[in-house]
C-alpha cells in the first residue's frame, strides 16, 4: 500500500479544507461584487448597518464586526466617499459618530446581497440541493 502524499495528509485535515474553501468562496464572492466597487468587507459593514433597527455608531459597528477602530474609520471613510453612509454626530453623546445607509447605499446593498447569495449558490452546487446541511453545520460549531 503506497504512503500517502503530503496533498493527502493536508486534505485529510479540517483546519486546512476549511481554510480553502473559505477562500474559494471569497475569490467567488469579490468576483461577483467586484462590478459595484465593493468587497465583501464592505458588504458586511451594509448588511450590519441594515439589519439593525437603532442607529449605530461606528464603535458599535466595528465591536460587532469584530474590527478595531482604525479599520472601521477606513471602512467609514471608504463608505462615505462612495456615498453608501452617511456619517452624522450623536445627539446624546456629541463624541459618537452615528453611521447610517444613505439611499445609494441601500440600493447597492440590494444589488450586492443578489451577487452574493448567486455566488454562494454557485459554490454550493457540487453539494447538491442548496447547501443548507453544510450551513447548519458550521452553525452548530460555531455557536
Do not use: C, W
Amino acid at each position: 500500500m503506497a504512503s500517502p502524499t503530503p496533498d493527502d495528509v493536508l486534505r485529510s485535515r479540517l483546519g486546512y479544507l476549511l481554510k480553502h474553501a473559505y477562500a474559494r468562496l471569497a475569490e467567488e464572492i469579490g468576483t461577483a461584487l467586484r462590478p459595484l466597487g465593493i468587497d465583501s468587507r464592505e458588504l458586511a459593514v451594509l448588511v450590519l448597518l441594515d439589519a439593525t433597527d437603532t442607529p449605530l455608531s461606528q464603535l458599535e459597528v466595528a465591536q460587532r464586526l469584530g474590527i478595531d477602530r482604525t479599520t472601521m474609520m477606513q471602512f467609514t471613510d471608504l463608505l462615505e466617499s462612495k456615498g453608501l453612509l452617511a456619517r452624522r454626530r450623536s445627539p446624546e453623546d456629541r463624541r459618537k459618530n452615528i453611521v447610517e445607509l444613505t439611499p445609494a447605499g441601500q440600493q447597492r446593498l440590494a444589488a450586492a446581497e443578489r451577487l452574493r447569495a448567486e455566488a454562494e449558490a454557485r459554490f454550493l452546487e457540487p453539494l447538491g440541493a442548496d447547501g443548507s446541511s453544510l450551513i447548519e453545520a458550521l452553525r452548530t460549531l460555531t455557536r
